[in-house]
């Protein structure tokens, strides 16, 4: 298994286009790909087929898998383009594995499960998926939901397109056609599968409660306390960064499998907190909850985000160094950036820190697909990768 990734920084997507393509084709020693996955930026939006077009041919019509989407911003060989044109494209030889694409609308979630028996792909098949939705018409919870009622287990990662201001303005790329709503998605089979990595840029704060009184999106009670009295307890018991940080930037991290012994980093679904009742002591948050849950009081900033992805890195060290992939998809919130950290090329420079060399394709994205415990959520203000790996 081989791979190789290029960007285009120049303002004619067609030039783009061909550029990209002489790189990746160098980078694999001049064989055709099986798969590539690009991503472009809205500068390119009036001409946007035609730089697929032009990618395409240039890198070989026979390529089991062709995929891509907008995105305000590309990653790519360790750097992150922002507020510029760019092109990017990750492509690599796979063989012995099974490449498929597909897209799908709302109306066929709507319709009934008819879309995934299209996929022709078992549960026991052990596939990973990448998923790129539009953020204007589909419902991409509902898209996950289906996807993990139908293959348990199998690795699902992706990003919402992004940069566009209206429905209908994003690309979303599959095979030869273009499609401007729904979402188009790629299932590895056979040889080659997905290792994911979600970093949601968090730290925990403060004791771990359990909820004992709670419905939908409201926390009633924590240990047996209002829900807003317990937060205040450990809020009043922060000091220095802490107590900054939890005053702009406090969200909560639900334990996501109660089954597991002990909670770690990547054990908790990170969401906010959007609201609060002073008469009850009930607390309002970004997701649904129920009694008998763990929970834990979490913040975030460039500081935390960059220990986090550190962290997550370090702690996959082992595995990542005795399986290295052959290639990675990234996909960050664009919230992160320069305008998280201050500088450029943050995530895909800590991420070529740890693996030297590793062909990188990647976008800013208006959500990030990832599992956390098992189960596969859409996230904000995290980066979700994709390590592309022999089976």
Aim: hydrophobic share 40%; with cysteine; aromatic share 4%.
């Amino acid at each position: 298994m081989r791979f190789a990734s290029a960007v285009s920084t120049e303002r004619d997507p067609v030039r783009a286009a061909e550029e990209v393509s002489s790189s990746v084709l160098r980078g694999l020693g001049g064989g055709k790909p099986d798969l590539a996955v690009f991503f472009l930026t809205p500068h390119h939006r009036a001409r946007d087929l035609q730089a697929a077009t032009a990618l395409r041919e240039a890198l070989g019509k026979g390529a089991k898998a062709f995929l891509g989407c907008t995105g305000a911003g590309i990653l790519a060989d360790g750097r992150e383009l922002e507020d510029t044109p760019a092109l990017a494209v990750l492509a690599g030889i796979l063989p012995g594995a099974s490449l498929r694409t597909f897209h799908v609308g709302q109306e066929d979630l709507e319709a009934g499960d008819a879309w995934i028996s299209g996929l022709q792909t078992a549960p026991d098949a052990k596939p990973s998926f990448v998923l790129l939705p539009d953020p204007f018409s589909i419902d991409a919870d509902r898209l996950l939901k289906a996807l993990d009622e139908s293959h348990p287990g199998a690795v699902k990662v992706g990003g919402v397109a992004s940069g566009a201001g209206a429905p209908g303005e994003h690309g979303l790329f599959v095979g030869e056609e273009v499609h401007r709503e729904g979402a188009v998605g790629l299932v590895i089979t056979g040889s080659a599968e997905i290792r994911p990595l979600v970093s949601q840029g968090c730290r925990p704060i403060g004791p771990r409660f359990v909820i004992t009184k709670g419905e939908r999106n409201v926390i009633r009670e924590l240990a047996g306390k209002p829900a807003l009295a317990a937060i205040r307890e450990v809020l009043a018991g922060l000091k220095g960064r802490d107590r900054e940080l939890a005053s702009t930037a406090l969200l909560l991290g639900r334990v996501v499998d109660e089954a597991k012994g002990e909670f770690h980093r990547g054990d908790f679904l990170i969401r906010g907190l959007v609201g609060a009742d002073e008469a009850t002591g009930a607390v309002a948050v970004g997701d649904m909850i129920r009694r008998g849950q763990t929970v834990q009081l979490q913040v975030r900033d460039g500081l935390t985000a960059d220990e986090d992805l550190r962290a997550l890195l370090s702690h996959r060290g082992a595995e990542l160094q005795a399986h290295p992939p052959a290639g990675a998809l990234m996909f960050s919130c664009n919230g992160r950036g320069t305008s998280m950290y201050g500088d450029a090329d943050h995530d895909s420079r800590v991420l070529r820190e740890a693996l030297p060399g590793l062909p990188l394709g990647g976008f800013f994205c208006n959500g990030e697909v990832g599992p956390v415990g098992g189960r596969t959520f859409l996230h904000g203000f995290t980066s979700s990768v994709g390590f592309l790996t022999a089976r």
